[in-house]
């Protein structure tokens, strides 16, 4: 092992940048889900103790939180800097499980079990993930490399690592105890003389006194736990789809080769003039990770029913000692069968993905509804825990505080409230003249309650999840059902509202953002294309907006009789604009003609345009 020193350290070089590369790309490409919203919300604060007291009240040990805190003060908040810390925990693991495997077996099996690890689905997933699930996982390959190292030689610089490690991972998630309990079990077993097994139990203990502290925390956290189905709605039973996924995320698609190659991991094979001879010793190693893998599947199963505790993200915690188990049982193979198999195994690895949730797209949702919304207007979300990745993506792209946003969870005022939810909602939107709303598939008793509390619904957009869920965005005026049509065009579309804004657009650029709300006065049979332009004291048109309704996400053809639908557009003003009165007009047309619908308003003549407002602009968009 020294004399090829150099030759391994390049070798787990190349292996910690194929998993660097893995995990980077694309880190940002799918939007945060609702456990990713849940940690940008706990990582709030204000510093070290708001963590550590908001920590208290979830489900989750506060380590992790904690550092996300401190990490997002130094980088930001994006989806790319957040998901980097775990990114980052994922290479440690690899390179951890490279010298645990080594250390316990041989370099060879180091390199195999890292290079397996690099290329595991589900490593990488919740490496992509800003969550707690690879800092678990590192953390217990870390415990159980310096546990061992302080079994084989009782060096106080082992026995601190192990102390620190194990530490830090109980104070990162509660399965860490799974890696304890293993310590004890395996220390029982195998440690002699007495006078050694009682340095190792008061070590042990060490741990378990420095966690004491928060212990008492857990035990008040589990007494509510499943009092708040908000905590654990994730999990899943124990039916034969939910472990055969779990399966196939810990051991791939080709799980009767890796779960054989895993089981010869627990023996040890040499070749003697082309004979293979079995070997159960050394035991103290091979117990000890059988121990690992099979402690925690066992137990979390065991447990399901009666305490739901069962998802993939937890089984993360075994994904090491599988990596390496399996690291062992190529090595056991002879020369030949050990290149074969293992580079079709890699090539497998590379070109298929076993391990992958595609997650709800809650940053176009955030952008259907932004592109579209006024500063004022509430936006209500009916998404159950979403609603998190939700608030985040709205306020990134408002540069905000969520918490500093008209945002209202339905999920968690009806918590809140209970009995009187509809009271206290009415109250809220009393005096709000539109609101957005954003529905898991259709939910149509809300809905009724709205347009019976003087509500019209106007707009909606979809979003597909997964092909068959859907995300509806709605937007909700307050409208008399006798409001007057202020005009109509060809007798086909009725105007009946019509407002103007001037804002600022990100670049700080003057514009002018126009709401219309239509109704059909007729089904159309083709897709108009609506105007809304601005003409000069001389009546040229100087900026127009030409487009199908909502940029063509509302075309006319699906337009219903009885409904009153919403369109906006924005006029981007001209930088040199003169100061002048000037005319804030609309028009529809079919595209092919270019023929404007005639305009009928108030009796007058027929003309190709309606004039929606006068105003006076100073030339600077004021």
């Not at 050394?282 to 069962?310: D, E, G, Q, S």
């Not at 209202?408 to 957005?436: C, M, V």
């Not at 509202?497 to 990100?506: F, I, L, P, V």
Request: glycine content about 6%.
């Amino acid at each position: 092992m020294r004399k090829n020193r150099g030759m391994w350290l390049l070798l787990l070089v190349l292996i910690l940048g194929l998993a660097f590369l893995i995990r980077v790309w694309n880190l940002n490409k799918e939007s945060f889900w609702a456990d990713e919203g849940w940690t940008m919300l706990l990582v709030k604060g204000p510093g070290l103790s708001g963590v550590v007291q908001t920590m208290a009240s979830d489900q989750h040990p506060p380590l992790y939180f904690v550092l996300m805190h401190y990490w997002i003060a130094l980088t930001g908040n994006s989806e790319f800097t957040t998901r980097f810390l775990s990114l980052m925990w994922s290479v440690v693991g690899v390179a951890l499980i490279y010298r645990l495997a080594a250390d316990s077996f041989s370099p060879g099996t180091g390199a195999i079990a890292a290079l397996l690890l690099a290329l595991a689905d589900n490593d990488t997933f919740l490496a992509q993930d800003a969550r707690h699930y690879t800092q678990m996982a590192a953390l217990a390959t870390a415990s159980t490399l310096f546990y061992l190292r302080y079994f084989r030689k009782p060096t106080r610089i082992n026995g601190i690592a192990w102390l620190l490690a194990s530490i830090a991972l109980m104070y990162t998630h509660y399965l860490g105890g799974f890696i304890l309990i293993i310590q004890l079990v395996h220390m029982v077993i195998f440690a002699r003389p007495l006078r050694r097994l009682g340095d190792l139990l008061l070590r042990w203990g060490a741990i378990c006194l420095a966690w004491l502290p928060w212990g008492f925390v857990f035990v008040n956290q589990s007494l509510v736990r499943y009092t708040r189905p908000i905590l654990f709605q994730s999990t899943w039973e124990n039916t034969p789809a939910a472990l055969g996924i779990v399966r196939n995320d810990l051991t791939g698609s080709q799980y009767a080769v890796t779960i054989s190659l895993l089981l010869l991991g627990l023996i040890y094979v040499t070749y003697k003039g082309g004979i293979p001879k079995l070997s159960w010793r050394p035991a103290w190693p091979t117990v000890y990770m059988a121990l690992w893998l099979a402690v925690p599947i066992v137990v979390i199963i065991a447990i399901n029913p009666y305490y739901p505790i069962l998802t993939t993200r937890n089984f993360l915690l075994v994904t090491p000692v599988i990596a390496l188990l399996i690291g062992h049982g190529f090595m056991n193979l002879d020369r030949l069968a050990r290149t074969v198999v293992l580079t079709s195994f890699v090539i497998v690895s590379l070109l298929t993905v076993d391990a992958y949730f595609i997650k709800p797209p809650w940053r176009q949702v955030a952008l259907d509804i932004l592109q579209y919304r006024t500063a004022t207007e509430p936006v209500l979300m009916n998404v159950w825990t979403d609603d998190f990745a939700l608030r985040y993506h709205i306020g990134r792209d408002l540069h905000a505080d969520p918490a500093t946003l008209p945002l209202l969870s339905i999920p968690e005022w009806e918590d809140t409230y209970r009995n009187n939810f509809y009271p206290a909602l009415l109250q809220y939107l009393n005096g709000k003249n539109a609101f957005w709303i954003a529905y898991w598939n259709k939910s149509d008793e809300l809905r009724h309650w709205f347009e019976q509390q003087g509500f019209v619904q106007t707009s909606q957009q979809v979003e597909t999840h997964l092909d068959v869920n859907k995300i509806f965005i709605y937007r909700f005026d307050r409208l008399k059902a006798d409001a007057p049509v202020l005009a109509t065009f060809g007798d086909r579309f009725g105007l009946l509202g019509a407002t103007a804004e001037q804002q600022k657009s990100d670049s700080g650029a003057p514009e002018l953002r126009v709401d219309l709300l239509w109704k059909p006065l007729q089904k159309a049979d083709v897709d108009y294309s609506f105007s809304v332009f601005l003409l000069d004291p001389s009546g040229r048109s100087v900026i127009n907006h030409d487009s199908s309704p909502l940029d063509g996400r509302a075309p006319t053809s699906t337009w219903q009789l009885g409904e009153v639908r919403f369109d906006s557009a924005t006029l981007t003003l001209p930088a040199n604009l003169p100061a002048g009165t000037y005319s804030l007009a609309v028009k529809i047309y079919y595209y092919v003609d270019q023929k404007p619908l005639p305009v009928t308003a108030n009796g007058a003549a027929r003309s190709e345009y309606f004039v929606v407002q006068h105003m006076a602009l100073d030339g600077t968009g004021g």
